[in-house]
Each structure stands twice: as C-alpha cells, then as structure tokens.
C-alpha cells in the first residue's frame, strides 16, 4: 500500500518559518500530482499548494501565497513545504498526499493517498 509519512510540524512563533517533509514510500512520488492541505480546528480541510507533474504547474491558496513554497525532489522520493512569516491563522494539522491522475483541480477530494498529518502551531 501507498504510504506518505509527514515530518517537520511543531510549535512557531508568528513570523518564523518551518519546513516539512513529505515521505513517500512502496511507490514512485512521480508522475503522481502532489498536494499539501490544511485542517485547522472546526474548519474543513483546505488545499494549501497542487503541482501537477506534468507541467509542473503549481498553485497556492491566497493565503499562503507569497510565503509558502511548494518542492519536490523526485530522486529522494520527497515532497516539501517550506513555510515562512508563519500567521497564528495557520495553525493546523498539515497532510501531505498524491493521486494518480494530473489535474490542475487542488480539492482534497481528488486525493485519494494521505499522510497522517503533522500539527503546527503558531503562537507566541
């Protein structure tokens, strides 16, 4: 089975940065399109960031852009999210996930492989 192992969450003080790791393993992350999402208390999930693996193509959420960037490095198997300027409105647990189709579509429901989430915190 598909596996997807999120690392790098903890607690930050508004305007820092985190970076988090996305592991993928028993598949190839590429051609896979890959995505970071978003839940924070009482809300529903959200897209963060989409790469389409084709093109490459890849979107932000508006409240990230600017911040946040999204990479992957196909020759480790791994996908991250760097964070900077960090917002307490960012709080939250962050998924990283992959489909098997290439879309430019960033709705959780078109993910269908899901790490288990790593939370960060922003607050001083």
């Known amino acids: 089975q598909l596996q997807l192992v999120e690392s790098g969450g903890g607690l930050v003080q508004p305007a820092g940065s985190l970076r988090l790791s996305c592991a993928a393993s028993?598949?190839?992350?590429?051609?896979?399109?890959i995505g970071w999402f978003r839940q924070a208390p009482g809300k529903e999930r959200e897209g963060i960031s989409c790469?389409?693996?084709?093109?490459?193509?890849?979107t932000y959420a508006d409240s990230v852009k600017d911040r946040f960037t999204m990479s992957r490095d196909n020759a480790k198997n791994m996908m991250y999210l760097e964070m900077n300027n960090l917002k307490p409105e960012d709080t939250g647990v962050y998924y990283c996930?992959?489909?098997?189709?290439?879309?430019?579509?960033?709705?959780?429901?078109?993910?269908?492989?899901w790490g288990q989430g790593t939370q960060v915190t922003v607050s001083s």
């Open positions: 996930a992959a489909r098997d189709y290439n879309a430019y579509d960033c709705s959780p429901s078109t993910f269908h492989h």
């Open positions: 028993r598949f190839t992350l590429h051609p896979y399109d």
């Open positions: 790469m389409e693996s084709i093109t490459g193509t890849t």
